[in-house]
T-cell receptor, first 110, second 117 residues
């Protein structure tokens, strides 16, 4: 069946460091891929999305590219800020299933 | 105003109480969802409604009873809960459920934090 695997956290970085959070998936068909972010005390918010192979989603300095050949959708940001501290979820929308990864907690130190 | 509104934001109840969580969406979506988020566990899908009809019930105990009177409102009725039911309950909506499309994005509410004593 469809699945999403993302790197275990927590991830701790200093401010202005480069961020990568890995996400790989298995799916039949051609799913859409998403990253959601959850700030403390809040629900999940859509961060970015990509609907087909080689699409790049971007928002707030974050980017992720839909790589069909490696079945990956890694999240990257060139220079993180303290305000980026949150939990990040990779998600897959297939034909009849919405699958979330377990989430990766990110701590950014000033 | 967010697109999906959940009330109450916080709820404390005893094991013998009956309470309800409410979710309202103002996005014109046709599908609504209840998720459970517990500490150190993956997000758990509980129920899905599409055009007011329940399309998924992921083996949720009967002490949780959903109700969807129309496409804009979703309730979760709670009865004789257990302490392990303490969690953040998230409501979400989307344009449709069985659609593989980048347009079919899930929009979440802020959640209702439930504590069962």
């Amino acid at each position: 069946g469809d699945s999403v695997t993302q790197m275990e956290g927590p991830v701790t970085l200093s401010e202005e460091a480069f961020l990568t959070i890995n996400c790989t998936y298995t799916a039949t068909g051609y799913p859409s891929l998403f990253w959601y972010v959850q700030y403390p005390g809040e629900g999940l918010q859509l961060l970015l999305k990509a609907t087909k192979a080689d699409d790049k989603g971007s928002n707030k300095g974050f980017e992720a590219t839909y790589r069909k050949e490696t079945t990956s959708f890694h999240l990257e940001k060139g220079s993180v800020q303290v305000s980026d501290s949150a939990v990040y979820f990779c998600a897959l929308f297939g034909e009849d299933k919405i699958i979330f990864g377990k989430g990766t907690r990110l701590h950014i130190l000033p | 105003e967010t697109g999906v509104t959940q009330t109450p934001r916080h709820l404390v109840m005893g094991m013998t109480n009956k309470k309800s969580l409410k979710c309202e969406q103002h996005l014109g979506h046709n599908a609504m969802y209840w998720y459970k988020q517990s500490a150190k566990k993956p997000l758990e899908l509980m129920f899905v409604y599409n055009f007011k009809e329940q399309t998924e019930n992921n083996s949720v105990p009967s002490r949780f009873s959903p109700e969807c009177p129309n496409s804009s409102h979703l309730f979760l009725h709670l009865h004789t809960l257990q302490p392990e039911d303490s969690a953040l309950y998230l409501c979400a909506s989307s344009r449709g459920h069985r659609v593989s499309s980048g347009a079919n994005v899930l929009t979440f509410g802020a959640g209702s934090r439930l504590t069962v004593l």
